[in-house]
């Protein structure tokens, strides 16, 4: 056996294998207690976007000076944003005071997700079943369309006819 095509054949798999992984990063998402409404929802769709795309997010909530005593009104924000990510996503690690943050992860749903896919795949079959089959699908008639019609002539324009 050749050596060089061995390695080559080698590198091609190992290439072959890096493509087909996925890198799952964390992705962080920082809040604080006294969060607009405009401004929970523009965070909150960029979590759901960052666990669509299959990372974990950490979702940080952020007390500044006595905030901290006040620790239920952070716990009230992650439980909103479990609530709105619903079965999309799972809490890996539940809301915890890290010092003056209070920290929850959350990560994708993966069961939902091959459920999703499974249902869709299904959908598309039964479409894919309806449309009839025939013999006669394979024979394409085509049909020649002029480009552009020879007696539609522009007023005031000179034509190689009009010279003469």
Known sequence: MDYGKFKFDEAQRAKESRRKTTQVGIKEMKYRPKIGPGDFDTK??????FL??????????MFRG???????LGKKILDKIAEQMGDNAKVDNDPRLDGRNMVMVLSPNKAKKQATKAHKDAAD??????EPVSA???DVEVIE???????IVQEGVPHAEDED
């Open 66 to 72: 006595r905030e901290v005593y006040h620790s239920e």
């Open 136 to 138: 006669e699908a394979s």
């Open 125 to 130: 079959a039964a479409v894919v079943a309806e």
């Open 52 to 61: 669509d795309e299959g990372h974990k997010v950490k979702i940080t909530i």
């Open 145 to 151: 369309v002029p480009t552009m019609a020879p007696e």
């Open 44 to 49: 909150t769709r960029q979590v759901a976007k």
